[in-house]
T-cell receptor
Framework: GAVVSQHPSRVICKSGTSVKIECRSLDFQATTMFWYRQFPKKSLMLMATSNEGSKATYEQGVEKDKFLINHASLTLSTLTVTSAHPEDSSFYIC????????????FGSGTQLSVL | GDSVTQMEGPVTLSEEAFLTINCTYTATGYPSLFWYVQYPGEGLQLLLKATKADDKGSNKGFEATYRKETTSFHLEKGSVQVSDSAVYFCALSDRAGNQFYFGTGTSLTVIP
């Protein structure tokens, strides 16, 4: 089946630094990638939708200057958490949608971000 | 707007017990419905899906039927195993797959 690779799986950083999370579709072209944030015992909160070659669309309440999303190719999207603060600590998950399977999402394994 | 309401957990069952996790939805139009599973330390995986009313999705012994009249998509399994311990998410999408909405997830623990 389709594979989405997300790195790193876990990152610890100091407050004020920036962290980049990568999401790659390994064996298919992902025209659209989604970034989610998952709080403990809560659902996935969609943060933004990114289409290859265009600016990401952010959900209401998500700071686009803080969560920078780049989708420069059909196989790679990145999420950069800028000037991270402890409240940004969370589990971030990306998903990718293949061109030929629009209703099917393939998820990365997630990144646990801890900001000290 | 569209939304998914899922029964809260956690759910703890003995091995071979019957499982039901309730899911109801609110949507305009004709959404597709999904169940995703998240095993410990892993990302979400598609478990099953149904794209129209009365469709039944099934996989690995799990089943769910798209009930338009009750706007439900309950997940069932006749005999759970320890390996089924995971978090289960109900989700819906619009026809084009442009938007996905997830329930809050239900944690299932199966004990031997």
């Amino acid at each position: 089946g389709a594979v989405v690779s997300q790195h790193p799986s876990r990152v610890i950083c100091k407050s004020g630094t920036s962290v980049k999370i990568e999401c790659r579709s390994l064996d298919f072209q992902a025209t659209t990638m989604f970034w989610y944030r998952q709080f403990p015992k809560k659902s996935l909160m969609l943060m933004a939708t990114s289409n290859e070659g265009s600016k990401a669309t952010y959900e209401q309440g998500v700071e686009k200057d803080k969560f920078l999303i780049n989708h420069a190719s059909l196989t790679l999207s990145t999420l950069t958490v800028t000037s991270a603060h402890p409240e940004d600590s969370s589990f971030y998950i990306c998903s990718a949608r293949a061109l030929l399977a629009l209703e099917k999402l393939f998820f990365g394994s997630g990144t646990q971000l801890s900001v000290l | 707007g569209d939304s998914v309401t899922q029964m809260e957990g956690p759910v703890t069952l003995s091995e071979e017990a019957f499982l039901t996790i309730n899911c109801t939805y609110t949507a305009t139009g004709y959404p597709s419905l999904f169940w995703y599973v998240q095993y410990p330390g892993e990302g979400l995986q598609l478990l099953l899906k149904a794209t129209k009313a009365d469709d039944k999705g099934s996989n690995k012994g799990f089943e769910a039927t798209y009930r338009k009249e009750t706007t439900s998509f309950h997940l069932e399994k006749g005999s759970v195993q320890v390996s089924d311990s995971a978090v289960y998410f109900c989700a819906l999408s619009d026809r084009a797959g442009n938007q996905f909405y997830f329930g809050t997830g239900t944690s299932l623990t199966v004990i031997p």
